[in-house]
């Protein structure tokens, strides 16, 4: 135990190494979650050690925001009680009196003032005195009282004091610029008022100067665009090309310089694409700012649209919305996004995206915009490829090397991000909050729709909204206000749901399948018990064939089959997609596959169920049944572990389409006969379906729809049971409203005489 207790402590003292060494390198500590959690376990055990980590986490704080907030004073005060010594005090005293000093000494740098100025330019620069010492005085009592309340160590001046001579200097300040701005005014002025300025203004520097601390802070820099685009996190390749770009146009303006004349100007116009959330907006201001900083552009803005803000709604409107965000963009860049749902598939004679393509194109090569703004297009890679090889006149106009993909992030860089979210928002994310968050991000990672960054910070401003609305304020401590835990990134259901397996046992009949599909979960449980285990799984194939007759369940099962492969973690979304023949197949050439795919990237974490699968199968040449399944197979085996297909028909058809493309055939290893209900699960089912109402059958009329089903042979199987339910409750309605004096079981009781009269009007 006591060697354990060592340990524990030698770990300790060596993360405390790793966090100074930290703060020393980047200037604050990249996981303050962690200290956090360290500091609550240890809170009330060992007084040095809380007060070295708050110390530590101050600093870092400071470092990291550039002011002194209260939960930072809060903290100080607290390790100031627990050990007033701590070496970490007297750092961090230095570090907050350097805060305040810098954030008042912000707003104090004053232009010189020359008799050589005329008076107008005099008069500018005095009330610019005037207006940064009011705007020192306004402030001054706050940063004061900040100082006031951690001076108690012993530095080598007393800020106290030099606090408040700053304070009459500059009131000695606003006094001689006022006086000075009057004398001006006047037909006079007398130099006296100025040499009161110059003396005001000598002392502030003097007091700035004699503010000699142990620790510099970090200072507000106007950071250029690339120290920006460094900052970014990951998209290390788009970096490197954004770089070569920078100095590509830097070196083609140097040669301006030298006197050399470039016949064709280097293209400004851009592709971005990439998934949602990669970033594109964030790289297109970003590249308004490079023009600008190169003097290519006057101006850093972008002018940001999509095809909302573009396509008008008749004749002339969509030419003058285009021509409208042209001139606001002159000098800057117009943004468009999604810019492939211009030209939209099928469009036709009443959709003028077309339109706007053309303007667009004569705007940017001729006429009075020519050359007087950039273009950058933005959207799914994919859609962007299709896009621009339909329009040869706007491709024309973006060079090859000026198409940028920016990739999905990974799992480690959108945990950097969401920590950067946190930090922004004055948060700090808990170790085991990251574990929380990696599962919350893998679950949502599914598709291309998956929103990257975007999504990552929509999390975490949930899981700030799930600590604010749960955490007790009376009983809350300052890590309360702004540490992330584990409990706030659980997404929590407001209503217990009831399984899909217990839905499944709850259907009527079907018992085989019921039997299959809980070999199918066991096995499926197994191999994630072994994966987790580190023994090597079974390949699991989960890709089915529903062959039966209408009616016999097939679609609900395949909802049910997704939420139970959803529940044992194997499908993230678990949801379904039904498909049929016109959702895939298209009237023309080069369409179908894309139709496929946009349908399969629908299901994509769930179920594809496309029910009457055969008719997919031709023996036409010029049908294009076949491309969905030669587009169906290799989409199969490219998202094998994220999607679960299943086809749905008549048996022997199913027999016919499995057999016609081997390729299709392999792929399905499960197959599922859904025979027809008997009768007395047909009186169940309708059984069942009016309770769901709070009606009942009466036991006569229970009896008369067993004879009847006995001698009939019926078509629909439940839909026949779903569709004779709605007309007898409307048949019942029919007669209660004819009667008087009903109890209240009658207004709910479906008779005989009800079902006789729908099955008589169901014979005729």
């Not at 408040?164 to 606003?174: A, F, I, P």
């Not at 064709?264 to 851009?270: G, I, K, T, V």
């Not at 590249?287 to 008749?314: M, Q």
């Amino acid at each position: 135990m006591e060697n354990r207790q060592k340990q524990i402590s030698v770990d300790l003292n060596n993360r405390i190494t790793e966090w100074k060494l930290s703060i020393d390198t980047i200037g604050y500590i990249k996981n303050e979650g962690e200290v956090i959690s360290t500091l609550k376990l240890i809170q009330n055990q060992d007084n040095h050690l809380e007060a070295t980590l708050l110390g530590l986490l101050v600093r870092s704080r400071l470092r990291r925001i550039h002011t002194l907030d209260d939960l930072s004073l809060t903290w100080i005060e607290r390790a100031r009680q627990l050990d007033s010594l701590n070496e970490q005090l007297e750092h961090l005293d230095a570090s907050i009196i350097s805060i305040s000093f810098s954030r008042l000494f912000e707003g104090l740098t004053f232009p010189a003032i020359r008799e050589t100025d005329n008076r107008t330019s005099k008069k500018k620069l005095a009330e610019e005195y005037i207006e940064q010492c009011k705007r020192f005085l306004e402030q001054f009592d706050v940063e004061r009282e900040k100082v006031e309340r951690i001076a108690q160590t012993k530095l080598k001046y007393n800020p106290i004091d030099l606090l408040d001579d700053l304070y009459q200097e500059v009131k000695n300040l606003l006094v001689a610029s006022e006086e000075y701005s009057e004398s001006i005014s006047g037909v006079f002025h007398t130099s006296v008022y100025l040499d009161d300025i110059k003396k005001a203004l000598d002392r502030i520097e003097e007091l700035k100067r004699k503010v000699s601390l142990e620790e510099k802070t970090v200072q507000h820099a106007e950071t250029n665009s690339l120290q920006e685009l460094k900052e970014m996190i990951g998209l290390d390749a788009v970096k490197q090309r954004i770089h070569r770009h920078y100095h590509y146009l830097q070196y083609q303006n140097k040669r301006k310089d030298l006197g050399f004349v470039m016949k064709d100007e280097p293209s400004l116009h851009m592709i971005l694409t990439g998934n949602p959330g990669t970033g594109k907006t964030t790289l297109a201001r970003l590249l308004a700012k490079i023009y600008y900083e190169l003097n290519i552009l006057p101006k850093a803005e972008v002018v940001e649209v999509d095809r909302s803000h573009i396509v008008g709604s008749f004749m002339g409107q969509t030419e003058e919305n285009i021509k409208g965000l042209i001139k606001r963009a002159v000098g800057g860049i117009l943004f468009i996004d999604e810019a492939y749902s211009l030209k939209r598939e099928g469009q036709t004679g009443n959709d003028y995206g077309q339109t706007a393509i053309d303007t667009l194109v004569s705007a940017m090569t001729s006429g009075e915009f020519a050359g007087k703004f950039a273009v950058i297009l933005a959207g799914y890679p994919e859609e962007m490829r299709q896009f621009l090889w339909s329009n040869p006149g706007l491709r024309s106009r973006f060079p090859e090397s000026n198409h940028i993909q920016l990739p999905d992030y990974s799992s480690e860089e959108l945990l950097e991000i969401a920590k950067k979210v946190a930090l922004d928002n004055d948060y700090v994310i808990a170790d085991d909050a990251l574990i929380e968050l990696e599962n919350r991000i893998e679950k949502e990672k599914v598709d291309e729709s998956f929103g990257n960054a975007r999504t990552v910070k929509n999390i975490i401003l949930d899981s700030i909204f799930q600590k604010g609305a749960t955490t007790k304020v009376d009983l809350a401590d300052p890590f309360d206000y702004t540490i992330l835990e584990k409990e706030d990134l659980i997404v929590h259901d407001s209503e217990k749901q009831i399984s899909s397996e217990e839905k499944l046992e709850d259907l009527i009949g079907l018992e085989t399948i019921k039997e299959e599909l809980r070999k199918i979960q066991h096995f499926v449980q197994v191999q994630q018990v072994r994966r987790d285990k580190g023994l090597k799984p079974v390949p699991v194939q989960l890709h089915a064939v529903f062959s039966g007759n209408p009616g016999t369940g097939k679609s609900t099962v395949a909802h049910l089959y997704a939420g139970i492969l959803k529940e044992c973690g194997l499908l993230k979304r678990g949801h379904v997609v039904v498909a049929s023949r016109a959702d895939l197949v298209a009237s023309y050439v080069g369409q179908t596959a894309i139709k496929t795919k946009k349908k399969i990237r629908e299901a994509l974490g769930g179920v594809l169920f496309i029910d009457e699968a055969y008719s997919l199968l031709s023996s036409s040449q010029t049908d294009f049944g076949k491309e969905v399944i030669d587009t169906l197979v290799d989409e199969m085996t490219k998202h094998e572990d994220r999607l679960v297909v299943i086809l749905a028909g008549y048996s022997n058809e199913m027999k016919q389409l499995l057999s016609s493309n081997l390729g299709l055939r392999s792929r399905f290893k499960k197959f599922f006969h859904f025979t027809d209900y008997h009768p007395g699960e047909i009186v169940e089912i309708l059984q069942k379906r009016v309770k769901q109402y709070d009606y009942q059958l009466s036991t006569s009329a229970i009896k008369l729809l067993h004879e009847y089903l006995k001698t009939k042979t019926i078509e629909g199987n439940a839909r026949f049971a779903v569709n004779l339910v709605d007309e007898v409750l409307q048949v019942q309605a029919a007669r209660i409203m004819e009667q008087t004096d009903l109890s209240e079981e009658e207004f709910s009781l479906i008779n005989e005489q009800d079902i006789e009269e729908v099955l008589r009007n169901d014979t005729k």
